[in-house]
């Protein structure tokens, strides 16, 4: 390919940047009395050999810039060692057996393993064969009631399109042909009769970009082709996202039907009764619904209807409209997120964004508050009603994640599986912290790092997002933040407005015409951790994958010379088109779209980052992430935005675009590939930084 103009360097004495040129077309689009020009729009095109072709010139001039990092290796080596323990998973006994998960470190995908009444373990499951490349992983998995037989999903590539295999659970064997085009889907047996699924048409186009709007629930009879499968909702109400699942006693298929991220109808139907009528408890999408347990015909729904941190309420499904609810635990002022098991309930709250968990019985009496190791992330408490021991997990940022049991009768707690980490997790500290935002809004973040960090602002300082689609940021164990951490980083995360950690006022507060207060929270972090002097704007470093990567590309538009470094991960960054592609008009909860006024389409286009780069400006040090696999966010979000980067970027920062290739959204990338990808991004920060060795920690 013919390349621009050659770039400078940028203080490191690296050889100049030559970009591949990126041809412009004459694409345009009229939104109200606006045309807006799409030069970049032959990147949508996943299937053409001119894209390929781009995408191969782009990573190749990428992997050319990351060879030349002198301590790029040393920093693969402390990763892979770091990486390489035991991780163990919650345990859950199907029929005979007692089934986990466990990857002995490096291994690409984590394998199930099963263990009989004496304890003889074996493997059951090992998703490092699916492929040679281990791009193949492991979607879901669910077994009949009587754990004899098992269906279990796997997704090629990284994308969100799903095989479904059928196996006899006892001799391992495949005993069907495998279901195909599966999506946003779980799998719930009804009995041992077969299983409730969901999925779209295939659409006309390309599979990873194409809309998809219409989503069904069906019913797979074991022993039928997949053809013959029945749909029980979603071919007369056209729905984007439809779900089904089967309460533990066998007695209710739930339906869940929405057209947003946010707000569902739900709907029931009496399995026990022949050819009932599907029957409807919610109608409209202004809440948020979900059954959670059944007793008899007594239904327990988890609902943040009248309730914005959530409650639990209790309807006889004779007449479950919500003007029969009554509440069995009532909304407090912190978020709720419920679980069931052992003929308990366990109510798992969030208070500023840390977990406090506490056990009631079926009458809705409290039993006790749990005592949690420290303060983090405790997540689990689930199983069946018969079961008499329980598992939970606890992480937070300086503590790896370990199993617990629980006997939820004794109320006692012990360690079921502690990994053994290469890690000192003594020699550090979170401390969570209140700021302003531009509004006056009162913002926690927790910001961890080595003890005896010293407030000089020379400390390098990666500050992570999110911020939308009621998501909440947790604190929880990472690897790839332990080494940044080892090397003198500081880790800073903020709760941003338009996430879930205080209900769904705070989440409102930054979807639709409230978007920019999400960028603002995060402006306002940056601000707040150099006027403390953690760092300065010569060593801080944004991040954010998905809505997050639109939260920096929207945050490195808006203020390029905040920070040093610009880390966006498959974002949303087209933010006029995001709705035509996959079920990208999902997320119009959040967004809008530019089609709903011409107010709406201003505010949008008004932080869009491809329509935000100027020429002329000095852009942070940018490393583009994204999969050419990502049916999610399709690509192309990205490759505009580097695209648009690239040819506007003034003064010799790097605006590069590292793009995977079989990989998708990220859910079960391989190991080696997630290993790889954090060095990548770290190595590309710290040098952009200045720095010409792993910087020593104090």
Known sequence: ????????????????????????????????????????????????????????????????????????????????????????????????????????????????????????????????????????????????????????????GGSDWRKVIIMDALSKKIIEDTLIDVKFSGLSWRGNEGFYYSSYEKPKGSELSAKTDQHKLYFHKLGTAQKEDQVIFGADQKRRYVGGYVTEDDRYLVISAANSTYGNELYIKDLTVENSPIVTIVDNFNSDNNIIDSDGTKLFIETDLN????????????????????????????????????????????????????????????????????????????????EKVL???????????????????????????????????????????????????????????????????????????????????????????????????????????????????????????????????????????????????????????????LLVGATMTQRPELMKVALPAVGVMDMLRYHTFTAGAGWAYDYGTAQDSKEMFEYIKGYSPVHNVKSGTHYPATMVTTGDHDDRVVPAHSFKFAAELQEKQTGTNPTLIRIDVKAGHGAGKSVAATIQENVDIQAFTLYNMGFKALPKSK
């Open 391 to 549: 598992y939970y997990s606890f992480t937070n940022y300086t503590t790896p994640g370990t199993i617990y049991s629980f006997e939820p009768k004794a109320g006692k707690s012990g360690v079921y599986a502690q990994p053994k980490v290469d890690f000192k997790s003594d020699d550090f500290e979170s401390k969570q912290v209140f700021y302003t935002s531009k509004d006056g809004t009162k913002i926690p973040m927790i910001i961890t790092y080595k003890k005896g960090l010293k407030l000089n602002g020379k400390n390098p300082t990666m500050l992570y997002g999110y911020g939308g689609f009621n998501v909440s940021l947790t604190p929880a164990f990472s690897i790839a933040n332990a080494v940044w951490m080892e090397n003198g980083g500081v880790y800073a995360v903020p709760s941003l407005r338009g996430g879930g950690e205080y209900g769904k006022k705070w989440h409102d507060a930054g979807t639709k015409m409230q978007k920019q207060n999400v960028f603002d929270d995060f402006i306002a972090a940056a601000e707040y951790l150099i006027a403390q002097k953690y760092t300065s704007s010569d060593f801080l470093a944004i991040r954010g994958g998905s809505n997050g990567g």
């Open 307 to 386: 309730a914005p941190n959530k409650r639990i309420i209790t309807v006889d499904a004779a007449n479950p409209s919500p003007v029969n609810w009554v509440d069995f635990i009532p909304e407090t002022e912190n978020v709720l997120s419920p679980s069931t098991g052992a003929g308990f309930f366990f109510a798992n709250y969030m208070k500023d964004a840390v977990s406090v968990v506490k056990q009631y019985d079926y009458n809705g009496k409290l039993v006790r508050e749990i005592q949690l190791p420290a303060v983090g992330t405790a997540g689990g408490f689930g199983g069946k009603k018969k």
């Open 1 to 156: 390919m013919a390349v621009l103009p050659t770039i400078a360097s940028f203080g490191q004495n690296q050889k100049p940047i030559h970009y591949p040129e990126t041809k412009k077309g004459e694409t345009a689009d009229q939104y109200f009395d606006v045309k807006v020009a799409d030069p970049y729009r032959w990147l949508e095109d996943d299937r053409s050999a001119e894209t390929a072709a781009w995408v191969k010139a782009e990573n190749e001039v990428t992997y050319g810039y990351l060879n030349q990092i002198p301590f790029r290796d040393a920093l693969k080596n402390r990763m892979e060692k770091l990486w390489n323990y035991e991780k163990i998973g919650s345990p859950s006994k199907e029929g005979n057996f007692t089934y986990y998960s466990k990857n002995n470190g490096l291994q690409n995908q984590s394998v199930m393993y099963r263990k009989d009444a004496a304890g003889k373990e074996e493997v059951f499951l090992d998703p490092n064969t699916f492929s040679k490349d281990g791009t193949t992983s492991l979607g879901g998995i669910d077994f009949s009631k009587d754990g004899a037989t098992v269906a279990y999903a796997i997704s090629e």
